[in-house]
């Protein structure tokens, strides 16, 4: 019982230590949702951390995310992901390397959807990787967004069905997951360009038609909404990231860069109070 507990206080402390935006909505789903929420967040942020990493060579990234997606596909998840990041270990943060932790402390009778969603989002992004996250059109970003984000929709849809049997519109929830994920792209485009020499824009698109990409995933974000029922954790958990997302855009729209930490607080207050 002691190493379950000091295992649910580590994944505690590393979501808050990684995540602002979805530490705080996830802190008020109910117990179940909640580890199972935060157990697929971990594990996400796990194979993001390799795709986004800086000091990886492209090769290798594509290698250890492919790796990943086999893996989870077994039965045998813990020694082989060991073996896999042991040679890495002095690159790759500590929510990367202890993955194996994070699929623990998802409930079981959840645990296989959270890793064949990690699995499937690891596949994909090892493609991107290889592609060198060249989008020419608007199906290309489609696809991307899908690949890191649409997916996550899909299986969050899944975990409010075992959770509470909430049913929610999978296509919507797709949507729901690019919305946030194009919010993503705008707010980080010009680093992204500079640092790591990738745009996430399809050719020829400028901010305009990236400004009109994610308000239409958002409206569908917030058709997803209607779905979930009020005065719920789940409705308040969803809310939030969408309310962050539709107001970091209101701001990029306006020419700011981002939001202030004073401005993600009072957005998160009012979305709490409604």
Known sequence: MKEVNKLHQDATEILKATSRTFFIPISYLAPGAKEA???????????DEIEDHPALDSELKSELLHA???????????????ELFAPH????????????????????????CVVEATA????GMGDWVEK?????DEQDLDDYTYCVAGAVGVMLSDIWKWHDGTETDKQLAIAYGRGLQSVNILRNYKEDQAERG??????????????????????????????IPENTTVRSFCKIPLALAHSTLDALVAGKEK????????????TVEE
């Open 198 to 227: 990738v745009s996430f824009f399809p050719s020829g698109w400028g901010l305009e038609e990236m400004f009109s990409y994610a308000r239409r995933n958002l409206a569908m974000g917030d058709q997803y909404l209607e779905d």
């Open 132 to 136: 060198n996250w060249h989008i020419e």
């Open 68 to 82: 990943v997606s086999r893996i989870l596909q077994t039965s045998s998840i813990d020694q082989p992901l060991e």
């Open 259 to 270: 939001m202030s930490r004073a401005e993600v607080t009072e957005v998160v207050s009012r």
């Open 37 to 47: 929420v935060s157990s697929a967040y971990l594990c996400m942020r796990a194979i």
């Open 89 to 112: 270990k002095d690159q790759l943060p500590e929510v990367t390397v202890r993955l194996a932790d994070w699929i623990k402390v998802c409930p079981a009778s959840i645990r296989k």
């Open 120 to 123: 499937e989002m690891a596949q």
